[in-house]
């Protein structure tokens, strides 16, 4: 189902709300998503009246965690977008390869299907061992799950799809152990990943790195919030490193664009 | 009838289809007028390794300027914007596209619902939504909001519809102000018109 209960001036008021009391601020986010995760939310937890909905989420902490799971979409996939995994295992990560050490980011990592994608090329380009992967997200229970590294066994078909048509030739299900309902990833994977929440919105730059990923999480951004993330990656992005979006994304309306060049025909974009 | 379609003032047209919707599009595009002065939204189901399958049969097909949608693009009139296999496609009060990788609905990525529901709350009364063939129920729930704010909703006739499901479920759960036949609606559409 979906809602239809929530008006434009109730999201401004509780999103003010949720920045007063609890100091994120998701004021400009794209609007239609952000109301539609809104009205979603209230109609699945039944609330009687838009004020009951308001008010909890006001004053009881807990249901704020749940509004924060719930109000920041977190689908993601192992290799999604094949052909974008291809241009990092064929042509960025060995430019990186000349490296001593590889640091890159994936900001809005999710549940970290992005990063175990991203170790297994590096691994299978033997640079895993000189690269760290520093994963954050907004939300701290997908971190949670993120750093268990275990994805539900259903998916894990699709995803060995994936990762052929990236251009992986491996056995796939070599990189994890399976039992009925869960697929476990190598440990040598995520002994290479450093997962911390990290808020796009209010957070700073915390070191520089040659590669940053961050793949459809500016979908739900408004125009200026992401001019002032591209300024944050630019900030937190050495000369020559490489930063990734997801693939209906794009770098070329901002004004400092012109120092970036992008790679052929994927959302990556290397810096100047 | 007839009365309703001239004295509607759209000020955007969106259409949604599922299986046997492909050839409903392939028999309009070409008959539609350069000249029309509202922007056409596309919602169908399909797999996502065929993203730009769509958009590259249709260009070949219609005068107007045919887009794969961007984020943020913006809508303009005579153009017509494809929303991208695997993403929801968002109307903004601004007239841009926000694009949302959340659940699937109805199966469905783009959902047809998630779409009309939108365009609804920005377009209300200038909206038509047309709802082509299809065999499973998406588009209904949002033709349902397309009518209470008093938008124009259209179906394609299910006596002549590939697949029938998806058309009849909106027959019968939604008032629709017309339905037509697949050689009905390049008409329909020329005759639209955003102001009278
Ligand atoms: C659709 S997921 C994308 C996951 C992955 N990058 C991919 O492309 O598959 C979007 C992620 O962005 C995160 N996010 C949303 N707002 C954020 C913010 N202000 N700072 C950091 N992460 C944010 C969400 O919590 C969510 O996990």
Redesign the pocket.
Known sequence: MIGDSIDNEQVELLLNDVLEVYG?D?LE?SHASIKRRISRLFGLDNFVSFAEFRYTVKSDKKYFKRFLEEI??????MF?DPSFYKALRKDVLPALGTYPFIRIW??????G??AYSLAILLKELNLLNKSLIYA????PS?LEKAKKGMFPINYLKGYSENYIQSGGVKDFSSYYTANYTLAKFDENLSSKMIFST??????RSFNEFQLI?????L???DKDLQHKVFQLFDNSLENLGYLAL?SKESLDFWPNAKGYKRIKTEKIWRKL | MAQTVINNTCSALVIGGSAGSLDVLLEVFPALKAEIDFPIVLVTHRKSGSDSLLTDLLKGRTSLNVHEVEEKQEMLPANVYIAPADYHLLIEQNHTFSLD??EKINYSRPSIDVTFQSAAEVFKSELVCILLSGSNADGVEGLKIVNKHGGMVVIQNPSTALMPYMPQQAVNIVKPHLVLHSYEMADFINALNKKN
């Open positions: 994120y998701f986010y920041t979409v977190n689908v993601t996939e999604r994936v900001a809005g990592c999710s549940t299907e992005e954050t997200d907004i939300n997908v990290h808020n796009l919105v209010s957070d990923l961050c793949r459809n999480v979908i739900y951004f997801g | 990788y959340s």
